[in-house]
């Protein structure tokens, strides 16, 4: 960092800009520098700057005909094999020697006339090339001894870098001691660290040579990975890459200081593409640079929407994974062919079934999976029992975004929530946040080793697809007192989609969390897209007391969702209707799913502004709608499908955002194409 005195004269803050300019300008050429390095070893050593004792000295003499080349040396380099987080003292010294060897002998001997490049403190810190911004060395061709020095002290700091070494014999000598600097003669090292001598750069790289794809290469990936080396002349301070259908290429996708790079958008299958790499530096760019080409293979992905059913053939799906060996065979599906495995506790070679999909997408958003899938007893089968799940038998359901290097689980099927049938189950899982990926699906489904669990396992009808529907779509919800004094809780749905069940709570005050279930058993959902009504009644009431209900809708992978709540007053004086009590609530919206107009349903406890907001699914506003001074009451608001500038809202799902006074509620719901 520079500082300028302010009180300076004109001319002499002038003198002192144009010196701060001068040096930046100076250390800019070492940013382009041209490279040498010596050694290609990895043996991995503590050698130059061992912090294990309080002091290290270490010389190291590397050839003319290694070097081959001449000029001012800006920077040093060695490379950190496992780093070190401690700070310690160093120096750097080098001169020209006419010795081809080095013999034995003491620091100062080894010092004396040698030219200091570096005193301060260094951290190697990280892994890789650690570079030191030395003073600049006029190198003039003879043989070259870098002499280094760790002062840390003491008896060192516990931990020290090591260095990538390359086996040399009398090309190196060490010594180390702790407290005091050592005088005594050095020892022998019959190794050396890999160095890197940078020199500014005088001329432009030459062409690059060509790594992978190989020119003319076929059936390669449409996520290419493109690589190169880098040849003789400059060193490259950077790369450019030119990649298109057109040959020469023009067209730059990649400006780089790597030796490699991976388009970041799928090319287009069974198509030739030509590339081409300019290598530059501060001189210039390369000249003379080789065009070359490769066909890719076919697009091993699968579009949205998909689906793969096993009727076709026994074989396993081309670009499915089959893990475990699991068949296809008739009686196995959901009507015909279908996937299955058998399962057996005391088998430790059956404890697992899996297999994943071939790759799918891009993902549209409100994607969702869908799958039949039963648990069925070996036994008779296919015209036996169903299985009963236990503790431990279990079905996850996870995803790749990487072909298939790592999975992680989305839904688990297990004996919470697992519906116990001979006939096959269809869950419908959202793939929330994969929106734009290509991902492979998998299924693990497995019992615990010594368990007496014997079953199949059966697939079928795997589909991904956008059409994604709202678990449920509630469109009453209200309760009555009946003759014998009992509250009956009633509600209607228009449609279900992966859903459970469904849970009843109540509290004597309108706070869900002093709520208590009162339903023993959940009450299974029908999910179908037809309308269904439900009915349960409480029958633990007592007289002249207000109720608050709640419905609790449970989906497939757990999660839920509160409606409500109504209110009942079971009253001794008149028990044939409930005491009305109104709450602000925001009802329903329906119909759900809409093309293109819905109603929202809410009722409001006393008089009050209303707000509704309208949000996509990126949560931009896309609607407002303001009623001023509404009365207390029930009220229908219908939504035309239109946005703030009239136009036609896309299909997809919507939050919508209601507050009256200081209550603030949201509904999502989803318009169909």
């Known amino acids: ?73 800006t920077h040093l380099s060695w490379y950190v094999d496992s780093s070190c987080g401690v700070m310690m003292p160093i120096k750097i010294y080098a001169k020209m020697v006419t010795d081809e060897s080095l013999i034995p002998t003491n620091w100062a001997t080894l010092t004396n006339g040698a030219t200091l490049l570096y005193d301060d403190d260094y951290i190697f810190s990280s892994t890789g090339w650690a570079t030191i911004d030395i003073t600049n060395f ?105 990649l298109e259908t057109v040959n020469p290429p023009t067209t730059l996708i990649a400006d780089i200081g790597d030796l490699s790079y991976a388009p970041t958008t799928a090319l287009v299958g069974e198509t030739v593409y030509f590339w081409k790499v300019v290598p530059y530096n501060n001189i210039g760019e390369a000249t003379n640079c080789p065009v070359w080409s490769f066909t890719t293979g076919v697009d091993p992905r699968h579009p949205v929407p998909f689906m793969q059913d096993f009727n076709a053939s026994t074989a396993f799906p081309t670009d499915w994974v089959n893990y475990t060996d699991m068949s296809i065979a008739a009686n196995h599906g959901n009507g015909g062919k279908g996937l299955y495995q058998n399962i057996h506790g005391m088998s430790p070679v059956n404890l697992v079934a899996s297999f994943a999909t071939c790759q799918i997408g891009p993902l549209p958003e409100a994607s969702v999976i869908k799958f039949d899938y039963r648990f069925m007893a070996k036994l008779n089968y296919p015209d036996g029992e169903f299985y009963t799940l236990a503790e431990g038998d279990k079905m996850d359901v996870q995803i790749s975004t990487n072909d298939g290097q790592t999975y992680e689980t989305i839904y688990t099927i297990d004996m919470n929530n697992h519906i116990n049938s001979t006939q096959f189950a269809t869950p419908s899982i959202p793939l929330l946040g994969y929106e734009g990926q290509v991902v492979r699906i998998k299924f693990v489904t497995s019992t615990l080793e010594t368990t007496h669990s014997d079953f199949f396992i059966d697939f079928d009808n795997i589909s991904v697809s956008n059409n994604a529907t709202l678990p449920v779509e509630l469109s009453a919800f209200n309760t009555a007192i009946l003759a014998n004094n009992t509250v009956s809780i009633n509600w209607t749905t228009q449609s279900e989609n992966n859903l459970l069940g469904y849970h009843i709570l109540r509290s004597n005050d309108d706070q869900v969390n002093n709520s208590m279930r009162i339903t023993d058993d959940m009450l299974h959902a029908t999910n179908t897209s037809t309308v269904s009504n439900y009915s349960y009644n409480d029958q633990d009431v007592v007289f002249d007391t207000t109720y608050y209900y709640w419905l609790q809708s449970v989906e497939m992978n757990g999660t839920y969702e509160m409606h409500g709540p109504i209110i009942a007053t079971v009253n001794q004086a008149g028990y044939d209707l409930p005491d009305l009590i109104l709450e602000t609530a925001f009802n329903s919206i329906y119909p759900n799913p809409f093309n293109p107009t819905t109603t929202l349903s809410f009722s409001l406890a006393e008089k ?48 919508f955002r209601l507050q009256a006074g200081k209550t603030v509620m949201m509904k999502k719901g989803m318009r169909d194409l």
């Open 608 to 655: 009050s502004d209303v707000n509704i907001k309208i949000f996509n699914v990126k949560g931009q506003l896309v609607k407002e709608i303001n009623e001023r001074a509404l009365n207390e009451g029930m009220h229908n608001i219908t939504w035309n499908g239109k946005d703030s500038y009239n136009q036609d809202c896309a299909s997809g799902i919507y939050l």
């Open 138 to 242: 006029n190198y003039t061709g003879n043989n070259l001894l870098i002499l280094c020095e760790q002062n840390y002290g003491g008896d060192g700091a516990g931990c020290s870098p090591s260095f990538r070494c390359s086996s040399a014999s009398e090309k190196g000598l060490f010594v180390t001691s702790n407290d005091t600097p050592p005088t005594f003669t050095m020892t022998e090292f019959p190794m050396r660290p890999n160095i890197k001598l940078s020199f500014p750069n005088t001329i432009a790289p030459n062409a690059a040579i060509i790594g992978a794809p190989v020119n003319h290469d076929v059936d390669v990936s449409i996520f290419p990975t493109l690589s190169w080396s880098s040849s003789t002349g400059g060193t490259p301070s950077g790369y450019k890459i030119y």
């Open 1 to 73: 960092m520079f500082c300028l005195d302010a009180k300076v004269k004109k001319g002499g803050y002038m003198k002192k800009l144009w010196l701060i300019v001068i040096l930046l300008m100076v250390l800019s050429l070492n940013l382009f520098a041209d490279d040498v390095i010596i050694g290609t070893g990895e043996i991995a050593h503590p050698f130059l700057f061992s912090s294990n004792s309080g002091y290290t000295r270490s010389a190291i003499l590397y050839t003319a005909s290694e070097i081959d080349k001449t000029g001012e040396i």
